[in-house]
């Protein structure tokens, strides 16, 4: 089964920190991830320099199949012309063709989402409703045993400490419509700072047995960390077993000049035969917060 590499939010321009971009580097070609995701904001201000010194970075990490998604530092804030006729014009050209890509791997899919927004809500992102719609027609053709992730770069949870984030407009409809079309997990950025845990945690939800996992990854190479992870870079590894998810949590360290694993999180793939029940009697270990 996949394991997948997720990084976020590099920021190249003058908040990229060379030392942490080198020391994701150095550990990327150890974790034998088969999947990388990027989870937005490539670049501080979406100018050219800073998207090539992005596509320099990306085409370093590991020849493997990638899925990366735009995030809001990657439209023009300040140049209005550009984001309201062609916001997307730098990125599509250096990072990416496709807004919301698609990347289909032996028994999972992961769903990309653009939720930036120009025109309407530059910091805090949208998913449309035709963006479900879309989502639920291309998640309807598969198998239902074929996992089914998502990623988009804002965040539809909001982490649960004390700054106190505004979700996504409408964030509670999008959870509630993955719910029904099977999704699993949820990855995103944004936050400048890692949350890992589930929807139910927030959202009531119709099914209170069939929530989402989320994942959030801090900035894995920017100065820009908040919260807890103030000055801070992490990333995730995902495992992806066929009764059990694993995310294990990355820091950077100054003293050493390296990523280190910190905590990590298992979550029972609910609905799978054999699930729970096989985890309780077969799993020694227990979900750690990081």
């Known amino acids: 089964m996949p394991k997948i ?59 493997v199949p990638m899925l990366l998604i735009p995030g809001n530092h990657d439209v023009p804030l300040y140049r209005v012309a550009e984001r309201w006729m062609r916001p997307h014009d730098l990125y599509r050209e250096l990072i990416c063709p496709d807004l919301n890509p698609v990347l289909q791997l032996d028994g999972l899919v992961l769903l990309g989402i653009d939720s930036t927004s120009p025109r309407r809500t530059i910091s805090n992102g949208r998913v449309h409703q035709d963006q479900l ?12 045993e074929t996992m089914r992730i998502v990623v988009a770069h804002h965040h539809f949870a909001p982490c649960p400490d004390y700054i106190h984030d505004r979700t996504m407009p409408k964030a509670r409809r999008a959870i509630d419509s993955f719910v029904e079309q099977g999704v699993e997990m949820i990855l995103g950025g944004h936050l400048h700072r890692s949350y890992i845990g ?29 919260g807890r992870e103030r000055n801070e870079n992490t990333f995730n590894l995902i495992d992806v077993l066929p009764h059990l998810l694993t995310v294990i949590h990355y820091l950077y360290f100054e003293k050493t000049g390296k990523f280190a694993p910190i905590s990590q999180h298992l979550f029972p793939r609910m609905g799978r035969p054999g699930g729970p029940a096989h985890l309780a009697a077969a799993n020694p270990f227990t979900t750690t917060e990081s």
């Open 133 to 144: 719609e879309r989502c639920a027609e291309l998640f309807a053709e598969l198998p239902p």
């Open 5 to 63: 590499l997720h990084i976020s939010d590099l920021h190249f321009g003058p908040a990229y920190l060379p030392e942490a971009g080198e020391a994701l580097q150095a550990i990327a070609p150890s974790l034998d991830a088969n999947v990388i995701v990027i989870s937005g904001d490539f670049t501080q201000r979406a100018k050219r320099q800073q998207f090539e010194q992005a596509r320099r970075f990306v085409d370093r990490l590991p020849k």
């Open 198 to 226: 589930n929807s139910l945690d927030f959202f009531p939800g119709t099914n209170r047995d069939r929530g989402i996992t989320i994942v959030q990854c801090g900035t894995t190479t920017s100065s820009r960390g908040r």
